[in-house]
């Protein structure tokens, strides 16, 4: 079982910049892709990048040049970086990871952390 923690979420004002970790309990290289999703109030959960073993990323257009994935195997650990952040980022932010074993596709989630952007 796969076992994301996720950490780096805050209050910050329209402009700043957080940094978001997320911890996996095996190694990271066993997983096919590992993302970031979003689910505001009143809204349905929504990705925000993903990257995968090779790592290629993805974005959501809504944080294209403002967000940054990367991985660190070493660490077993994905970041996500946002700069430029806006009112409408505020979200809980849920890492994501998915692998397949056994040709099952296994999906797993953090506890999400709370992001809120002051105007």
């Known amino acids: 079982q796969v076992q994301l923690v996720e950490s780096g979420g805050g209050l910050v004002q329209a402009g700043g910049s957080l940094r978001l970790s997320c911890v996996c309990s095996e190694s990271i290289f066993r997983l096919n892709v590992m993302g970031w999703y979003r689910q505001a109030p009143g809204k349905q959960r929504e990705l925000v990048a993903t990257i995968t073993s090779g790592g290629t990323t993805n974005y959501a257009d809504s944080v294209k040049g403002r967000f940054t994935i990367s991985r660190d195997n070493a660490k077993n650990t994905v970041y996500l970086q946002m700069n430029s952040l806006k009112p409408e980022d505020t979200a809980v932010y849920y890492c994501?990871?998915?692998?397949?074993?056994?040709?099952?596709?296994?999906?797993?989630w953090g506890q999400g952390t709370q992001v809120t952007v002051s105007s």
């Open positions: 994501n990871a998915e692998q397949t074993r056994s040709y099952i596709l296994y999906k797993y």
